[in-house]
């Protein structure tokens, strides 16, 4: 099964659960199990999060775009904004870093989103925005997959 599709919307907080169950809904004809879910809506969370956060600072009117591909038992998957950009990627995807202390933001995001994916890549120029790509492989449908 092929599928794509693509989500633009404000850099608001609240628009980050709209981007969540949206992608979730578009991953149900693969037939995925709670952990797998889970594992995406996080995934999706983690990123729109940064977008809206790190990247707009919340300023409710840029965009962040979505697209998400189904190839098969894949889905891959772009967060992008035209943000403020990371200044060290490295930096910025090390476990613990964050710029926003004072918002009490954990510096989990990439790490979180590195450890559901089975790949990640992080472009991001200064001034121009970030490009979050992420795939993830959802199992064969079985029986005993489904009474997990």
């Known amino acids: 099964m092929k599928n794509e599709l693509t989500l633009s919307f ?3 907080e609240q628009n980050e659960a709209l981007a969540r ?8 004809p693969l ?3 709670l952990e797998e ?3 995406f809506k996080t995934i999706v969370s983690e990123a729109v999060t940064n977008a809206i956060i790190h990247g ?3 300023d409710g009117k840029s965009l962040v775009t979505i697209h998400a591909t189904i190839d098969d038992r894949s889905v891959k998957m772009t967060v992008t904004d035209e943000g403020m ?5 490295e930096q910025a995807m090390e476990p613990m870093f964050t710029t926003k202390p004072q918002m009490e933001r954990s510096g989990m ?18 001034g121009n925005g970030t490009i979050v790509t992420f ?11 489904r009474m997990r």
């Open 31 to 33: 037939d995925p199990t």
């Open 135 to 145: 795939e993830k492989r959802f199992s064969p449908v079985t029986e005993v997959s």
């Open 21 to 28: 169950m949206a992608l979730t809904c578009f991953i149900t």
């Open 10 to 12: 404000l850099a608001i």
């Open 85 to 89: 950009g990371i200044f060290d990627v």
């Open 37 to 39: 879910i889970s594992e």
């Open 56 to 58: 707009y600072e919340c």
């Open 109 to 126: 995001g990439f790490t979180i989103m590195e450890s559901f994916s089975d790949c990640i890549r992080v472009d991001s120029t200064l």
